[in-house]
């Protein structure tokens, strides 16, 4: 994916703020790696309060489970950095907060913490929406821990757009 300018962030988020506010939805982000990013990209625009409801950095465990209802059994079974962890992390922010849609990020964005499972660069992303709808996405970033978080950003960001693209 390379390097990513702030303006391909500010894009990403201005496209999927139109698309939120033409549909009259609203979204949550739920970050682990990105520590906020995504959610400081789609209120950097101004009137983002017609689409944003809230952003949580759930970046311990114990935040996941607290405010995002993810269950102990899965960060146990599975660790944060996970399909099932990004998973709960939405259809969690979804049934415990009042919005429509919700983007869920959790990774490991180095330069440490990284294992032969998980290593460094690799990011669980899950988007979906009140109805149930839920995607599920592993990608694998290249470079130091500001250009990964960067990838992950853009990468939520296009993702979740594209997501409710294709759902109507």
């Known amino acids: 994916m390379g390097e990513i300018c702030d303006e391909a962030l500010v894009q990403a988020g201005n496209e999927l703020g139109r698309t939120l506010r033409q549909r009259g939805l609203s979204i949550t982000t739920v970050e682990s790696c990105t520590g906020g990013w995504i959610a400081k990209t789609l209120t950097d625009a101004g009137g983002s309060s017609d689409y944003f409801h809230c952003g949580l950095v759930t970046y311990s465990n114990a935040a996941k489970q607290e405010l995002a209802g993810v269950t102990e059994m899965s960060l146990e079974k599975h660790g ?18 009042d919005t429509d849609v919700a983007v869920a990020v959790s990774g490991v964005a180095g330069p440490d913490g990284g294992t032969e499972e998980k290593p460094v660069g690799m990011v669980w992303f899950a988007w979906g929406t009140r109805n149930g709808d839920t995607e599920v996405v592993c990608e694998h970033f290249n470079g130091g821990r500001e250009s990964i978080r960067r990838q992950a950003v853009l990468y939520a960001l296009q993702g979740v757009h594209g997501f409710l693209l294709g759902n109507g």
């Open 80 to 97: 944060a950095v996970s399909e099932a962890v990004v998973r709960e992390m939405v259809l969690g922010s979804v049934n415990l907060l």
